[in-house]
């Protein structure tokens, strides 16, 4: 809530001051949130860029590696659900703060790793540090815009892999080349470099992320008043249309099937994204920087998706039709990558990724057109956590599947028939029933 002074006035707000906390939240908070969302990024692919240097370190098979890359889930989905509730409570600067200075840390002693079974214990663990992160973000950025500009501004979010896809591959790169550097191998280097920022940037966000409008100072009183009066007057007609508690929010069938849905999310783009390395390695012997940069090449494909979808988002209410499209994408474009050669491949599986990958903006636009308060921190979180679960099983399957066929052709084939179920799943979306009052039709005045 804004401050009693603020709140007193904040009935009726006009539109000038409501665009213009708008504007300057899309230049003030945005930044900061896609500089979290980057380095959070890099942390989680740096593993799949280590891919090779990694196993061949510590002997892993590929069904291990799949479970190391997929264990980070296990613990982020676990406690997903209780992180953001905690976020709910005691706000979005403390716990995002808590979280990157948390999983930073242990992303830097995962260069401890020294076996398949260390190595697996520091990726769950990284993921109960990190746990509560992306759904936090989501949370706050509905508390921050109307709905009319929160598909735009999730947009601008999601733009966070496009950099650090342009970072991530370089710099992976450089790190890799210092093997041998201080008696470190390159992955030790990697996971010791890239986990500093979270914990430089956590001690910063903890003193300036404001958690709402009326905690910004670049915010001024009209701006602050209207913007907040606008995103709680929405709530209200969310709450309005149907009272969701927490409780019947995390039992609801509709975020259980979001979930379902989410799960086929993680499960192909998981799967993909740490096993891009191996992707490349059909193509011949590269050099290192080369492989790297060949790595980013679906990753910032997928990142133009995320903008292109999140415009389009901003554009029209038919979330649905726009998800079936990026996963009518990404179907096609895996079914082609199983049956091309490694170079088509790799631009197959780039195609795949820009429709997969780009609809996540379309999708977490329908939990917040269903959900409002405490109820969507914990629906939001819920979709997330019961979503990454896709994250555990997607890169152990294509591991075993790669292992037991020497191929990765029938592991696409397997993810575009995952897919494929999304498309199905998302046919049955309605998020509300015929005659309620829609979601777009804000009331200018608040309880």
């Not at 982020?76 to 409570?89: D, H, Q, T």
Request: hydrophobic share 55%; with cysteine.
């Amino acid at each position: 809530m804004i401050p009693a002074d603020r709140s007193e006035r904040a009935t009726n707000p006009d539109e000038a001051p409501v665009a213009r906390g708008v504007a300057l939240a899309k230049r003030k908070l945005i930044p900061v949130l896609v500089l979290m969302y980057v380095i959070s990024y890099v942390d989680r692919l740096n593993l799949s860029y280590a891919e090779p240097s990694i196993s061949r370190t510590l002997e892993l098979s590929a069904t291990a590696f799949g479970v190391a890359a997929g264990a980070f889930f296990l613990g982020y989905a676990i406690l997903e659900v209780p992180s953001n509730l905690i976020l709910y409570r005691v706000g979005a600067r403390k716990w995002l703060a808590r979280i990157m200075i948390t999983w930073g840390a242990v992303s830097m002693l995962s260069a401890l790793s020294w076996d398949a079974t260390s190595l697996i214990v520091f990726r769950v663990l990284l993921g109960i540090a990190e746990a509560g992160f992306v759904p936090g973000v989501l949370f706050l950025v509905t508390r921050w815009f109307p709905e009319r500009d929160r598909g735009r501004a999730t947009a601008l979010l999601f733009s966070a892999p496009l950099i650090a896809g342009m970072l991530g591959g370089p710099l992976a790169g450089v790190l890799l080349s210092l093997d041998g550097l201080a008696g470190l191998h390159g992955w030790q280097w990697l996971f010791l470099v890239e986990g500093f920022p979270a914990v430089l940037i956590g001690l910063w966000v903890i003193r300036k992320l404001p958690n709402h409008p009326g905690e910004a100072k670049w915010l001024d009183d009209d701006a602050a008043q209207a913007l907040q009066a606008t995103v709680d007057a929405e709530g209200a007609v969310v709450q309005g249309r149907e009272k969701i508690s927490l409780g019947k929010a995390l039992l609801d069938h509709r975020v259980l099937l979001l979930a379902a849905i989410f799960v086929c999310y993680n499960l192909v783009t998981n799967g993909v994204t740490f096993w891009l390395a191996a992707i490349v390695g059909q193509i011949g012997h590269l050099s290192a920087a080369l492989s790297s940069a060949l790595i980013t090449f679906p990753i910032l494909v997928a990142a133009i998706g995320l903008l292109v979808f999140g415009r389009l988002a901003g554009r029209t209410k038919r979330s649905r039709g726009l998800l079936l499209i990026g996963l009518l994408i990404g179907i096609v474009g895996l079914t082609a990558a199983a049956v091309l050669p490694p170079e088509l491949s790799l631009v197959a599986v780039a195609a795949a990724s820009f429709g997969a990958s780009g609809l996540l903006p379309v999708f977490w636009e329908l939990p917040a057109r269903l959900l409002t308060g405490q109820a969507a921190a914990g629906g939001i979180a819920l979709i997330n956590s019961i979503g990454q679960l896709g994250g555990l099983v997607g890169p152990t399957i294509v591991g075993a599947v790669k292992e037991s066929t020497g191929s990765l052709g029938p592991a696409f084939l397997m993810l575009a028939g995952v897919l494929a179920f999304a498309a199905l799943l998302t046919l049955f979306v309605r998020l509300q029933s015929s005659g309620s009052e829609p979601v777009s039709a804000v009331r200018t005045e608040t309880s």
